[in-house]
T-cell receptor, first 112, second 113 residues
Framework: QEKVQQSPESLIVPEGAMVSLNCSFS?????SIWWYQQHPGKGPKALI?????GNKKEGRLTVYLNRASLHVSLHIKDSQPSDSAVYLC????????????FGQGTVLSVIP | EAAVTQSPRSKVAVTGGKVTLSCHQT?????MYWYRQDTGHGLRLIHY???????EKGDIPDGYKASRPSQENFSLILELASLSQTAVYFC????????????FGSGTRLLVI
């Protein structure tokens, strides 16, 4: 069974800072990696995904995937108070009916 | 706009009672999922379905049943609710296609007393 671990557990940064979130996974056959954002009392919302080794940039978000080290990171440039939320890393495995396995999440607080 | 609607939004149930959580999607998606969220555990998959009238076990199915009577509706049933089933439950849908993302509902907060 796929295992997904995220770090840090929580993070407090000043507005405008660069935020870096980490995620490690256990199955090298993982098909795709997703980052979700979850605000209090809401369901998770997909932010960005990556399927191939390397990096992908969308607006203020950049994700880096290294399959050899089973590691993916999410970077948020110029963080805003509205970015304060729980960030969840999720991995799907080939042949697993595309079920997503989630990490435990990182709580991000951006202070004005 | 594509949506996943869960009901009720919150519920208090007594130990040993039966609880049914409902989920309705207007996305025309084939796949539907039930997850539970506990502090420190992220989301864990309970049951899922990829076609009406069929359900599959997820990673933590014990104590739960699921029902998919139509493409739009997916229910989670706790026949004998227990204290350990206190959690927030999320339903999600996904279209067929290996790289499609999940659309989540807003969750049902269940307290078993």
């Amino acid at each position: 069974q796929e295992k997904v671990q995220q770090s840090p557990e929580s993070l407090i940064v000043p507005e405008g800072a660069m935020v870096s979130l980490n995620c490690s996974f256990s199955d090298s056959a993982s098909q795709s990696i997703w980052w979700y954002q979850q605000h209090p009392g809401k369901g998770p919302k997909a932010l960005i995904s990556i399927f191939s080794n390397g990096n992908k940039k969308e607006g203020r978000l950049t994700v880096y995937l290294n399959r050899a080290s089973l590691h993916v990171s999410l970077h948020i440039k110029d963080s805003q108070p509205s970015d304060s939320a729980v960030y969840l890393c999720a991995v799907s495995v080939t042949g697993g009916n595309n079920k997503l396995t989630f990490g435990q999440g990182t709580v991000l607080s951006v202070i004005p | 706009e594509a949506a996943v609607t869960q009901s009720p939004r919150s519920k208090v149930a007594v130990t040993g009672g039966k609880v049914t959580l409902s989920c309705h999607q207007t996305n025309n998606h084939d796949y539907m999922y039930w997850y539970r969220q506990d502090t420190g555990h992220g989301l864990r998959l309970i049951h899922y379905s990829y076609v009406a009238d069929s359900t599959e076990k997820g990673d933590i199915p014990d104590g739960y049943k699921a029902s998919r009577p139509s493409q739009e509706n997916f229910s989670l049933i706790l026949e004998l609710a227990s204290l350990s089933q206190t959690a927030v439950y999320f339903c999600a849908s996904r279209e067929t296609g290996r790289n499609s993302d999940y659309t989540f509902g807003s969750g049902t907060r269940l307290l078993v007393i």
